[in-house]
Nanobody, 123 residues
Framework: VQLQASGGGPVQAGGSLRLSCAASRSTISNNGMAWFRRAPGKEREFVAGIAYRGDTIQYADAVKGRFTISRDNAKNTVYLQMNSLKPEDTAAYFC?????????????????WGQGTQVTVSS
């Protein structure tokens, strides 16, 4: 499975971006998916995850109320709507396909990873 992430870029604090992650195969409709991010000098961290049917969603505390994850299985795509962006959201964002039908905050539970899309939030 190949994952193509897009939608990143520069934005001012308080602005919004929508990330997309398109998968090359439809089999991801049976898998949980998630977004992780890695800021310069920091460890990769979980951002948001969504179960295969979209009915179970997880968010990191740092993004709750500002970010929304969704998926369209017909398009093999998962999205991350990011609102009220802060400079501390600056990072490379990666999408991933879970080993199971559900997401997890543990990066070790993911089989396939996208190449990352850079988000830079200026103050």
């Amino acid at each position: 499975v190949q994952l193509q992430a897009s939608g990143g870029g520069p934005v001012q604090a308080g602005g919004s971006l929508r990330l997309s992650c398109a998968a090359s195969r439809s089999t991801i409709s049976n898998n949980g998916m998630a977004w992780f991010r890695r800021a310069p000098g920091k460890e990769r961290e979980f951002v948001a995850g969504i179960a295969y049917r979209g009915d179970t969603i997880q968010y990191a505390d740092a993004v709750k109320g500002r970010f929304t994850i969704s998926r369209d299985n017909a398009k093999n795509t998962v999205y991350l709507q990011m609102n009220s962006l802060k400079p501390e959201d600056t990072a490379a964002y990666f999408c991933a396909v879970s080993l199971t039908p559900y997401s997890s905050t543990d990066s070790g539970r993911y089989r396939y990873w996208g190449q990352g899309t850079q988000v830079t939030v200026s103050s």
